[in-house]
């Protein structure tokens, strides 16, 4: 099955810093790449997705970049935010009838003023 | 649209007690999973659904059981609660459409159970 592996937190970044969230995974075939985003005290949301090799998500300043020779889709933001403080989850889908997600175990970030 | 939404927000359940977690999802989406989440330790898929009448296990069902009576309901119940059963629980949803659009999944806010 998927398995996906993260970057160990937590992170802790001044206002302004650079990020970098390295993900990477096993999947069959071609998986879509996934990552969420889960503020305080509230349920994950999609923050970017990519597809197939070389594509790029991108969403609130973030970008991934899909690596499939790498198997890589680390998270970056040139800047990041007080606001941006949550916890990271990189998931990978590889399709089939059940549509099941494999999270890893999360980055926790947060950023200082 | 409300999209997922779960009830209670927390709750306290002593040792063997029994509780329902309730999870409604208004986009009409054919998609239901159950996920617990442990500190540190992600995500765990207990039960999900691909459609009304159909259910199935995930990695962690012991303990749990589900139904789908509808396409908007799913509810989550635990029959014998167990210290190891506290963890924040959430419900989430997708399409399930065969094209890669359907693939996202929309979570709830969670509920926070403590078993003491």
């Known amino acids: 099955g998927d398995s996906v592996t993260q970057m160990e937190g937590p992170v802790t970044l001044s206002e302004e810093a650079f990020l970098t969230i390295n993900c990477t995974y096993t999947a069959t075939g071609y998986p879509s790449l996934f990552w969420y985003v889960q503020y305080p005290g509230e349920g994950l949301q999609l923050l970017l997705k990519?597809?197939?090799?070389?594509d790029k998500g991108s969403n609130k300043g973030f970008e991934a970049t899909y690596r499939k020779e790498t198997t890589s889709f680390h998270l970056e933001k040139g800047s990041v935010q007080v606001s941006d403080s949550a916890v990271y989850f990189c998931a990978p889908y590889s399709g089939g009838s059940n549509y099941k997600l494999t999270f890893g175990k999360g980055t926790l970030l947060t950023v200082n003023p | 649209n409300a999209g997922v939404t779960q009830t209670p927000k927390f709750r306290i359940l002593k040792i063997g007690q029994s509780m329902t977690l309730q999870c409604t999802q208004d986009?009409?989406?054919?998609?239901m999973y159950w996920y617990r989440q442990d500190p540190g330790m992600g995500l765990k898929l207990i039960y999900y659904s691909v459609g009304a009448g159909i259910t199935d296990k995930g990695e962690v069902p012991n303990g749990y059981n589900v139904s789908r009576s509808t396409t908007e309901d799913f509810p989550l119940r635990l029959e014998l609660a167990a210290p190891s059963q506290t963890s924040v629980y959430f419900c989430a949803s997708s399409l399930g459409s065969s094209g890669r659009a359907g693939d996202t999944q929309y979570f709830g806010p969670g509920t926070r159970l403590t078993v003491l």
């Open positions: 986009m009409n989406h054919n998609y």
């Open positions: 990519a597809t197939k090799a070389d």
